[in-house]
């Protein structure tokens, strides 16, 4: 009794008190770090998409200019033979838009200087229009048609606020009659922004007001049916040898060593190895969708096989036991109990290894997906490149057009990856079993 009370009094004496206050302190700070942790961590992420939203919203809007266009027979097709599409293609769409801007804009056309100016109010990619509409439709040769044609790339960005009105005539790359002409086009209804549908369906090229990600969207999805065929049954196949076939001894041991290591290695060593064995080895076309989604496989291989083992092992031993049991196969235990019990882990894994594979660019760089392909491949074999290339070709330009196209297309590939994870989430919730 007289020990219990020795050691009671210690406990409330003064040393005892000041060790508690003291660990009291310490678990305070600990909880105020991790706090200042999250914190800044959400600050950081706020910032980062909101600067990338800040300059990729006006990606998705574009200037038009609203113009009465004569598709006049002498310029187009002057043969009178509207089924000679070379006659058709190879006429001088850009007279007529500039003409129409003339007549629009009220200039006297025999004035160079004037009629210089007002021409860098049109995008260099008008004459794709107005072609693309003629091949479509010959029908209209011979008569006015009202069309929305691209603004410049300057036109666009004053109207966006990129460019400043205040700054110096000298110093601004849009010139004082240049804003009059815009302000008489914005104040008739005539020039105005409009959802950038060609964002999404345009392919490459130097102006930004005529570039888009329709090459790298296609590019994209050929290379992601290519991993979900190759890469989902070979990781799957080799989780299931590994985890109910494979002896266990140093051979398994080394083969999983091996597997996790592959997952580490850098991203780029993976191009190089595809560069060396599918196009020096093999001889498969550079910059086509084949090569990078094999490559995009092999990076995605090891990820699958991971989750995807650590799936099975989930499933409880006493399962496999019943199975066996009522004299199950290893064949029906696997197909009717393993793989479904498996199967959110299993596909969370795979979703998880495709949003990595589609958000890679080095090693797509190290295989030549860097090409400046304008029409949409129709197979995998065809040259074409990837979301992510695009956007590192984009920030590499120095046009200012470029710049917001680069947020914008980041924020395609942001929200592509956050539905994918998302899908994850769902999935795994949805067909999750509680043991």
Not at 186 to 204: E, Q, S
Not at 242 to 259: F, M, Q, R, W
């Amino acid at each position: 009794m007289t020990d219990q009370t020795a050691s009671l009094a210690s406990f409330k004496g003064e040393d005892a008190q000041k060790k508690l206050r003291k660990r009291h302190r310490a678990e305070r700070r600990f909880r105020m770090y991790g706090m200042a942790a999250i914190i800044f961590a959400v600050a950081f992420l706020i910032f980062l998409f909101g600067s990338i939203f800040s300059q990729g919203w006006s990606a998705f809007l574009q200037t038009s200019i609203k113009l009465p266009v004569d598709f006049s027979q002498e310029v187009i097709n002057p043969s009178g033979n509207p089924a000679d599409e070379e006659e058709l293609f190879r006429a001088n769409y850009v007279k007529l838009a500039r003409e129409a801007l003339y007549g629009q804009l009220g200039i006297d056309p025999k004035d160079r200087k004037v009629r210089r100016d007002a021409n860098r109010l049109l995008s260099r990619g008008v004459d794709v229009q107005l072609r693309d509409m003629v091949l479509r439709d010959p029908s209209i040769i011979g008569t006015t048609q009202d069309v929305w044609l691209l603004a410049s790339d300057n036109a666009d960005a004053l109207l966006k606020g990129s460019i400043d009105r205040a700054t110096p005539s000298d110093r601004r790359q849009v010139s004082d009659q240049q804003i009059g002409w815009i302000d008489q086009l914005v104040d008739k209804g005539d020039m105005k922004k409009r959802f950038n549908t060609g964002l999404f369906v345009n392919g490459a090229s130097s102006n930004p007001e005529t570039a888009g990600l329709g090459v790298a969207l296609i590019g994209s999805l050929f290379m992601m049916i290519t991993v979900v065929l190759l890469a989902v049954p070979l990781g799957v196949c080799t989780a299931l040898y590994l985890e109910e076939y494979a002896p266990k001894g140093k051979i398994s041991d080394t083969i999983e060593v091996n597997i996790n290591n592959l997952a580490a290695v850098p991203s780029i060593v993976f191009g190089l190895l595809g560069l060396a064995m599918f196009i020096n080895f093999f001889g498969l076309p550079r910059s086509a969708s084949l090569v990078g989604g094999l490559v995009l496989t092999l990076m995605t291989l090891p990820t699958i096989i991971i989750t995807t083992r650590a799936a099975i092992r989930a499933v409880p031993p006493s399962i496999r036991e019943a199975a066996l049991g009522v004299g199950a196969s290893k064949m029906q235990l696997i197909g009717h109990h393993i793989l479904p019990l498996s199967l959110p882990g299993i596909l969370t894994g795979t979703i998880i290894g495709l949003v990595q594979a589609l958000g890679e660019t080095a090693p797509l760089l190290m295989i030549g997906m860097v090409a400046f392909v304008v029409d949409y491949p129709s197979s995998p074999l065809d040259p074409a490149t990837g979301l992510p290339v695009q956007i590192y070709m984009w920030a590499a330009s120095a046009e200012r057009g470029f710049v917001e196209r680069t947020a914008g297309a980041t924020m395609v590939l942001l929200a592509f990856l956050i539905v994918m994870n998302s899908l994850a989430v769902y999935l795994r919730n949805k067909f999750e079993r509680k043991w």
